[in-house]
């Protein structure tokens, strides 16, 4: 299998909004939504709203430039990242994690909170639903006493967003619902698999 490195952190574009907001001149870079509570981004120091301008001395332009970056990295291996932070540049070290790894540790996590498991969308699913490739995922099992199940969700029903931040991934899904605190509500834009008719649904997270 090939190892995949990760940083534990979510990410997302910079619109010329959020960068205005942030104080930055530009829209390039990697603006951190989300930061896993013991990943190694937040060993190394970064915070939710760091935009990250460069890693490894390579310019990063967008999220996904930045994602690609870090999934190729070696695990174990130190890396350089620069983010810009209320106005000034900062320069971090992080040691890149296991992405194989994370994702199972966070994902049983995930399953006693939620009482839910998910995998991706198939291209047939995402065809079925007018969606676009590697967007949202699909819940795999279900826990009856569960917080997805008790608010209505069913096996076959998909998760596109959560609290605004569009999941690609089984990656995603997982670290952004690491972030949540015990007891906080998350809004999660879902998908009913028998009408293929989307909606916004309100869940607590245990």
């Known amino acids: 299998t090939v190892e995949r490195g990760w940083l534990g952190v979510t990410v997302q574009d910079l619109t010329p909004e959020l960068a205005k907001s942030f104080g930055a ?52 291996q130190e890396a350089k990242v620069t983010v810009f932070r209320k106005g000034k540049t900062e320069e971090l070290t992080v040691t890149i994690g296991n992405l194989e790894d994370a994702v199972k540790l966070l994902s049983a996590s995930v399953k006693e909170r939620l009482g839910v498991e998910v995998r991706p969308a198939t291209s047939q699913e995402a065809e079925k639903y007018g969606l676009q ?12 006493k569960g917080a997805l199940a008790k608010v209505g969700f069913e096996i076959g029903d998909m998760i596109l967003e959560i609290n605004g931040q569009p999941i690609e991934s089984v990656e995603d899904f997982v670290n952004v619902v690491s972030t949540v605190k015990p007891g906080q509500k ?21």
């Open 25 to 76: 001149d530009s829209t390039k870079g990697a603006l951190i939504a989300e930061v896993v509570k013991g990943g190694p981004g937040e060993k190394a120091g970064m915070k939710q709203g760091d935009i990250v301008l460069s890693y490894q001395g390579k310019e990063v332009t967008n999220a996904s430039a930045l994602r690609n970056e870090v999934a190729i990295g070696r695990i174990g």
């Open 186 to 206: 998350i809004a999660l834009l879902a998908l009913d698999h028998n009408s293929g008719s989307s909606g916004y649904v309100q869940v607590e997270v245990g």
């Open 133 to 144: 490739p590697q967007q949202g995922v699909v819940i795999e099992s279900l826990d009856p």
